[in-house]
């Protein structure tokens, strides 16, 4: 068990060691935890001001996200209990199976931590407002950690139970649909009882009944009785969930069934999917298990030959926008509306535009010979591989343009206003994202990867802050009538500008990059 | 013709490619050979332009990165990099349309039928086997009639009668007068194939082997050279 231990162990260090191997990652590793440190000592220094109402809308989020997550996990086809490296040593290794058991569970704490610290960071990052003090940060942090716990304890059950049992499959889905669809119902008819409304996300997480729901609710009832600081409360929910994990664990450390060829041939398959998810090939990874339509299609002339091709791909998997994509904007449109201010839905939708818009597809392209074999100038080849990135753009802004129309009576201007200032930040977070990759040389380490798209985002407001400064004290006082849709046309013209000069300056890659290794 | 000078390459600390010269003269089949991390994948790398590297290199007189050279020569990748939603056929007129030439269906066929996928022509990529993935990675090169070729590994993956064909393609192109620089481990199969030879050893050239005036066998050279197992 010594080696299994020391496998983990050394795995996990290797990791850590590789943001530290290079010097630039290194500094930007570090600047990047010091950003997340500094938010956390904000929140230590700041006055306290925890709000139940805002807090509520983050538990609210936060217990979604799981159920998602939850029943996706549970139901996905793509699992494997290691993957293929650990496979060869782990599995055919003299090893006795409750070694390898261990190992497994040992690899789902790992697995945990880098879970709760990646979901932590993005709370503080995305929501510091509404976490309010320290304390309660830690307090998600905390039920973060218990729940994902419990949720990969039950994964790796899950997966044993699948292979030795045959009509499990049905028996799991009759009895996820129960869990899950009850929870659903249950809190529907609790936020249809006061009708739905901003106050929805509060009513929901205050109520005592709800809370007693297994897995979910007790998850809802460790956050609210946290928040509340009645400790014996969380003593119980705390119990509770330990409780579920210690017995599944259990169960799972004592099983019969002999998994070791199923888990031998998905370690070789989920290795497959790991590798093309590492090197950013998410498109053919959303289309491994999609059975595609047949298209004809014609390609274009020169670069643009590269987005007549996506265009086929994304014609023949009928996925014109990410589901992933479309998650991200309707959960952030709902915390709009229950928060109710069209200033916070820009702000929602400027952070959807944050999060999904990411070098995946440019990353994917970079890793093939075509972009650099192709006879065309880089600066034209650049620009085309950006064009994914843009269909993204205008897909999420538009929609959250005519969102805005219908959730806060915006007028055709105002949402117009509204596109057009998105667009302005969205464009230069896409030259942002090639930047970042042409100085991390494709080493993914996701948070540096938004420290320095944040830092872009920042050095590129100031031209833009300048001028509307120094419009604003000459020629456009704030009180006339056109100020904003001007201020935005202006803001779009520079950040244009702007991102066209980065992107300039990062097409040169393509003459010659060490992503493609 | 290849023109390689004096380039270098590293990735990070490691010294892959040490100051490397080597020349692939057209109508010629010049090859590649060491033992494994020798720095022949990035040496081929480094001329297609995939990567940025220290030195000169150039490909019909063209600087390899500039656009004139680009269209002049097809890279097949030791590794098959196919859409996989594409099918075979359009992996063709994709690379056909991106280098601006007419999407030739006629020309197409006949490539197909050449190396026997001309019934694969509409599965997807994702769909094909290793070797015909390798295959129609090779076609993607050969749809351009480039004027050199760099071929990367090419026997990989490959049956014994698909190497027999690739070989004697690369020997028809060779008779065009088109310049093909390719490394490999399979020393056996190219002996009778070869023009030149470089060897590689620690990101260094150790030989330069002339056929013509070479008698021994390129097995014998190579060990006497580099004295270690392939």
């Given at each position: 068990m010594?080696s299994?231990?020391y496998?983990?162990t050394?795995k996990t260090w ?9 010097p630039?990652?290194a500094i930007l ?5 010091l950003f997340v440190g500094g938010?956390?000592?904000g929140l230590v ?9 805002d807090?509520?809308?983050?538990s609210?989020?936060?217990?979604g996200v ?6 996706f ?5 793509n ?11 782990v599995l055919a290794?003299p090893?006795s199976k409750?070694?390898?058991l261990?190992y497994?569970?040992?690899?789902d ?6 879970m709760?610290l990646?979901?932590s960071?993005?709370?503080?990052i995305?929501?510091?407002g509404a976490?309010?003090?320290i304390g309660?940060?830690f307090?998600v942090?905390f ?5 994902s ?6 994964t790796?059950y ?19 649909t129960l869990l ?11 936020a249809?009882r006061?009708g739905?409304?901003i106050?929805t996300?509060?009513t929901?997480?205050?109520?005592g ?6 897995v979910?609710?007790?998850f809802?009832?460790l ?11 969380v003593?119980?929910?705390?119990f ?5 994990g ?5 169960l799972?450390f ?5 998994f070791?060829e199923?888990a031998m ?6 290795q497959?999917?790991v590798?093309k998810?590492k090197?950013g090939n998410?498109a053919?990874l ?8 047949s ?14 091709s996506?265009?086929?791909?994304m014609r023949k ?15 952030y449109?709902a ?9 916070s ?12 818009i990411?070098?995946?597809?440019l990353t994917?392209?970079?890793k093939?010979?075509?972009v650099?074999l ?5 600066f ?5 591989l950006?064009?994914?990135m843009m ?5 999420i ?7 805005s ?7 055709i201007?105002?949402a117009?206003?509204f596109?057009?200032s998105?667009?302005?930040i ?5 030259a942002?994202?090639?930047?970042t990759l042409?100085?991390?040389?494709g080493n993914?380490n ?6 320095i ?11 833009s802050?300048?001028l ?6 000459t020629?456009?006082?704030?009180d006339s009538?056109n100020w ?11 950040n244009?500008?702007l991102?066209?000069?980065?992107v300039?300056?990062?097409?040169n ?6 992503m493609?290794? | ?6 380039i270098?390459?590293k990735?990070g ?6 100051n490397?010269?080597l020349q692939?003269q ?6 590649l050979?060491?033992p494994n991390?020798?720095g022949?994948s990035?040496?081929i790398?480094?001329i ?9 290199i150039?490909?019909?007189d063209?600087k390899?990165?500039s ?8 890279y ?9 939603a ?16 007419e999407?030739?269906l006629e020309?197409i ?5 050449q190396f026997n996928l001309?019934?694969?022509q ?5 769909e094909?086997?290793k070797g015909?993935?390798?295959?129609l ?8 009639e480039p ?6 590994e090419?026997l ?7 190497i027999e064909q690739m070989l ?8 065009n007068?088109?310049s ?20 590689m ?7 330069h082997?002339?056929?013509?005036e070479d008698t021994l ?8 050279q ?5």
């Open positions: 010594n299994l231990v496998l983990i050394r290797g990791v850590i060691r590789g943001w530290y191997r290079k630039l990652s590793t570090s600047l990047a935890l938010l956390l000592v220094l700041s006055p306290s001001r925890s709000d139940l109402v807090f509520s809308i983050v609210i989020l936060l217990t799981f159920v998602g997550i939850f029943t996990s549970l139901l996905s086809k699992k494997a209990l290691v993957y293929q490296n650990d496979a060869s040593f290794g090893f409750k070694q390898v261990g497994v569970l040992m690899n704490v790992t697995q945990n931590i880098w709760t990646i979901f960071s993005y709370i503080l995305f929501s510091r976490i309010g003090s309660n940060f307090l942090f039920a973060i950690f218990l729940f716990g419990v949720m990969l304890i039950c790796s899950d997966y044993v139970l699948e292979k030795g049992i045959a009509k499990y499959s049905i028996i799991k889905k009759i009895g996820l899950v669809g009850g929870f659903l119902l249950f809190a529907f008819s609790i249809m006061s739905i409304d106050t996300p509060y929901l997480f205050s109520d009944y709800l809370h007693w729901y297994p979910f609710g007790w809802l009832g956050l609210y009785h946290g928040f509340m600081g009645e400790f014996v409360m003593v119980l929910y705390v509770l969930l330990a409780l579920l210690a017995v599944v664990g259990w799972f004592n099983t019969k069934i002999d070791y199923a041939m998905d370690s070789q398959r989920i497959v999917i590798d998810a090197s998410t053919d959303a289309m491994m298990n999609k059975k595609l339509k298209k004809q299609g014609k390609f274009s002339s020169g670069a643009l030959a590269i987005w007549s996506y265009v086929l791909q998997s009928n996925q014109f926008i990410k589901i992933g994509d479309f998650i991200f904007f309707s959960m449109t915390i709009a509306y229950f928060t109710g201010s069209l200033e839905y820009i702000m929602m939708i400027s952070i959807v535009v944050f999060i999904t990411n070098s995946d597809a994917y392209e970079l093939r010979p075509y650099y192709i006879p065309d100038s880089s034209k080849k650049m620009l085309v950006l064009l994914p269909y993204r753009m205008v897909i802004t538009v929609l959250g343009g005519v969102m129309m219908v959730m806060f009576q915006q007028t201007g105002g117009l206003f596109v057009l998105l667009w302005g969205a464009l230069v977070l896409i942002g994202s090639v930047f042409k100085v991390l040389k993914k996701p948070l540096v990867e938004q420290l798209r944040m830092l872009i985002i920042a050095i590129a407001l100031v031209p802050i300048v509307v400064v120094g419009l604003t004290l020629v456009l006082p704030l009538p904003f849709m001007t201020v935005s046309i202006v803001v779009l013209m520079i244009s500008g991102s066209l000069g980065i300039k300056l990062s097409s890659m393509l003459e010659g990059s060490d493609f290794v | 013709m290849i023109v390689v000078n004096k270098s390459k990735y600390k490691v010294l892959a490619v040490d490397v010269s692939a057209p109508g010629k089949i010049t090859v050979l060491g991390g020798a022949k990035t040496t790398k480094s297609a332009g995939l990567l940025n590297f220290d030195g000169d150039y490909v019909n063209y390899n990165i656009v004139e050279a680009k269209r002049s020569f097809g097949v990748s030791e590794v098959p990099m196919l859409y996989d594409l099918t075979v056929k359009e992996h063709l007129r994709f690379v056909l349309k991106s280098y601006k030439k999407e030739d020309k066929e006949s490539l197909l039928k001309a019934d694969h509409d599965k997807l990529a994702k094909l086997s015909m993935s390798q295959k990675s090779f076609l993607c090169a050969l749809i351009i004027q050199a070729l760099l071929v990367d090419p990989l993956g490959l049956d014994p009668q698909a004697q393609t690369l020997v028809e192109l060779k008779n007068g088109v093909i620089l390719l490394s490999t481990h399979i020393i056996d199969m190219i002996q009778d194939f070869y023009d030149e030879a470089y060897i050893d620690q990101g260094k050239i150790v030989t082997i002339i056929k013509e066998p390129l097995k014998t050279i190579f060990f006497e580099v004295g270690k197992i392939l």
